[in-house]
């Protein structure tokens, strides 16, 4: 058994290559490649995964666009399946646009682009992304965002710690992110979106393999291995 | 006929562009200020048969994320 999966690329996407080379690093298997404009995804999809990028230029918001493409009408449908899907960086803002995740995610407070490693808390280590790692586990993750500062009325925010859907928070302050949440899963705990890119956490080469975790809780959740 | 669609972050949630804009305004000199809100203007030119209804539909679907923001319509001509 293999992890069938896919990242979609939008114009603009620039993680996806990084994506689709993690995913293949750690599952074994090359995923599919989905273009904004396809209609349909390819059969039997177990995980989809959005990058990061600047789709569409980051016109009128982060991920507004890209949330109206065609190939994102499938993904609400397969999400509401309940199939997997991670939202990374500007797929994180896809998925808050398109409605998948609740929130929004605001310009950084401190207005400049943030580029940096950044210490992170597992919040949870019991999610389908999330069960490789201890629970409270500290690890570091690069973000690279100018819109990363996560918004939600305060009883959104209550119900999402209250249900345990903060997935990771920020271990210092990194862009003025409502109560330090860098990732947020929905109420099914099949759909994660985060800021940081955890498929820049691979290998040793590239400064740390504190990603491969959450790669690996993935396709042991999904294809038992 | 032309419409204006005003977007503007709802109240209680912060605008650090605003924020940003605010303090450049001080730096410049400029006193007296005593807070900024930056929003968007988008200007649509529509058919006579596009309704209220279809207006609010727009702003509420793509051109608002209703979950930060507030808009109000402005029929121009």
């Not at chain 1, 199939?83 to 808050?96: D, E, H, K, R, S």
């Not at chain 1, 570091?140 to 209550?158: E, K, Q, R, S, W």
Request: with cysteine.
């Amino acid at each position: 058994m293999s992890l069938n999966a896919a990242v979609v690329t939008f114009p603009g996407s620039n993680c996806d290559r990084d994506m689709a080379v993690a995913i293949e690093a750690v599952t074994g298997t090359a995923p599919h490649r989905v273009w904004h404009g396809d209609a349909e995804l390819p059969a039997g999809l177990d995980f989809i995964a959005l990058p990061g990028g600047f789709s569409y230029g980051d016109y009128l918001r982060s991920g507004a666009m890209a949330a109206r493409s065609p190939i994102m009408r499938a993904i609400v449908e397969a999400a509401e399946r309940g199939v997997a899907v991670l939202g990374v960086c500007n797929g994180f803002q896809v998925l808050t646009e398109s409605g998948l995740l609740p929130g929004a995610l605001m310009r950084n407070s401190g207005i400049r682009f943030v580029c940096r490693d950044v210490a992170l808390t597992v919040e949870n280590n019991q999610s389908l992304f999330t069960a490789g790692y201890e629970a409270e586990q500290r690890i570091v993750i690069p973000v690279a965002h100018h819109d990363g500062n996560y918004f939600a009325d305060d009883a959104t925010l209550d119900r999402l710690e209250g249900e345990g859907r903060v997935a990771f928070r920020y271990a210092e302050p990194v862009n003025g992110s409502a109560r330090d949440i860098a990732g947020v899963l929905n109420d099914r705990g099949n759909v994660l979106g985060m800021m940081p890119h955890p498929e820049r956490m691979i290998e040793a080469a590239q400064g740390g393999t504190d990603g491969r975790a959450l790669f690996e809780s993935v396709l042991k959740g999904l294809v038992g291995v | 006929m032309k419409v204006r669609v005003h977007v503007s972050l709802k109240n209680g949630v912060l605008d650090p562009q605003g924020r940003a804009i605010h303090h450049a305004l001080e730096g410049l000199g400029f006193q007296g200020v005593n807070d900024v809100r930056a929003g968007r203007l988008i200007e649509l030119d529509i058919d006579d048969g596009v309704t209220d209804a279809d207006l609010d539909e727009m702003c509420r679907r793509l051109l608002a994320n209703m979950v930060i923001e507030n808009y109000r319509i402005e029929k121009v001509s």
